[in-house]
T-cell receptor, first 114, second 110 residues
Framework: DTGVSQDPRHKITKRGQNVTFRCDPISEHNRLYWYRQTLGQGPEFLTYFQNEAQLEKSRLLSDRFSAERPKGSFSTLEIQRTEQGDSAMYLC????????????FGPGTRLTVT | KQEVTQIPAALSVPEGENLVLNCSFTDSAIYNLQWFRQDPGKGLTSLLLIQSSQREQTSGRLNASLDKSSGRSTLYIAASQPGDSATYLCAVWGGDKIIFGKGTRLHILP
């Protein structure tokens, strides 16, 4: 297993467009997390899944944001009607109970909204 | 509401020195605490995980301690090297949320 992967690595979009990001976790990991990080800040928690169930959503996750993990494997994060304030690095992580839920992060998707 | 603070925000030290990074949190009811490093423009690399029942963890030149009662964790780096230059982040898991500090930017001077 090569670790957590994210696609695309970079995305430039115009304001008002919809974008979708994909995260593939480490295969045996049952938990998957999404974060947003802006320059000079620590990652901000957005949401997490245990298998296919979405267990927690941050207030940061407005109605324009939706995340899915339909089969408990990969996950997608969609942002509708993007705004310039959505420009950030979107990070995905996964974990499993056998390692005390130690989180392993992917390389991130950098979103630029013009 | 859990708040995580990391001090100092930035640190420059000569190569070879031992150093300590600090992380404090306001709510002691945590499940675990994890230290990461982040290189510019990259994702996070896990360094050490300390579960709530543990007091410290060690990996190579790194040692992390946890004192839940005082709401503090420290990351000790021994014999620092230029390759240790990065941003170091701590994250606290409590309830169903994970809260990160803003990080300490570490620069090791050759």
């Amino acid at each position: 297993d090569t670790g957590v992967s994210q696609d695309p690595r970079h995305k430039i979009t115009k304001r008002g467009q919809n974008v979708t990001f994909r995260c593939d976790p480490i295969s045996e990991h049952n938990r998957l997390y999404w974060y947003r990080q802006t320059l000079g800040q620590g990652p901000e928690f957005l949401t997490y899944f245990q298998n296919e169930a979405q267990l927690e959503k941050s207030r940061l996750l407005s109605d324009r944001f939706s995340a899915e993990r339909p089969k408990g494997s990969f996950s997608t994060l969609e942002i509708q009607r993007t705004e310039q304030g959505d420009s950030a690095m979107y990070l995905c992580a996964s974990s499993w109970p056998g390692q005390g839920y130690e989180q392993y992060f992917g390389p991130g998707t950098r979103l630029t909204v013009t | 509401k859990q708040e995580v603070t990391q001090i100092p925000a930035a640190l420059s030290v000569p190569e070879g020195e031992n150093l300590v990074l600090n992380c404090s949190f306001t709510d002691s009811a945590i499940y675990n605490l994890q230290w990461f490093r982040q290189d510019p423009g990259k994702g996070l690399t896990s360094l050490l995980l300390i579960q709530s029942s543990q007091r410290e963890q060690t990996s190579g030149r790194l040692n992390a301690s946890l004192d839940k009662s005082s709401g503090r964790s420290t990351l000790y780096i021994a014999a620092s090297q230029p390759g240790d230059s990065a941003t170091y982040l701590c994250a606290v898991w409590g309830g169903d949320k994970i809260i990160f500090g803003k990080g300490t930017r570490l620069h090791i001077l050759p």
